[in-house]
């Protein structure tokens, strides 16, 4: 099993920045993927990006409406992936999760991933 905990939500204003970590614990040595999830009130789960934990080239994978906003980060010595979020816009307003899956194919398919962390808000005003 891998635990997930995300940190670094907050309220920040239209066009701010952010940085969420997610801290995993467990069985990190095995190969899997890390992705970053949001989920906007009252809409579904929303894949906004990943990267493969271990090995290959690390190039992460982006939801389109985030590509060239959202960066993606990993610290394999320290077990922790980030998302640094620039130019935010009141709709990038969500609960974000940091989820888990096994492999190492960085998949869009959200029920494909089987671990994940509580969440972190992050609230973007206009």
């Known amino acids: 099993q891998i635990q997930l905990v995300e940190s670094g939500g907050g309220l920040v204003q239209a066009g701010g920045s952010l940085t969420l970590s997610c801290a995993a614990s467990?069985?990190?040595?095995?190969?899997?993927?890390l992705a970053w999830v949001r989920q906007a009130p009252g809409k579904e789960r929303e894949f906004v990006g990943g990267?493969?934990?271990?090995?290959?080239?690390?190039?992460?994978v982006y939801t389109d409406s985030v590509k060239g906003r959202f960066t993606i980060a990993r610290d394999i010595a320290k077990n922790t992936l980030y998302l640094r979020m620039d130019s935010l816009k009141p709709e990038d307003t969500a609960v974000y999760y940091c989820?888990?899956?096994?492999?190492?194919?960085?998949?869009?398919?959200?029920?494909?991933?089987?671990?994940w962390g509580q969440g972190t808000q992050v609230t973007v005003s206009s």
């Open positions: 990267i493969r934990w271990i090995g290959g080239s690390g190039n992460p």
């Open positions: 989820a888990s899956k096994r492999g190492n194919v960085v998949i869009a398919t959200i029920a494909q991933y089987e671990y």
């Open positions: 467990g069985r990190t040595g095995s190969p899997h993927v």
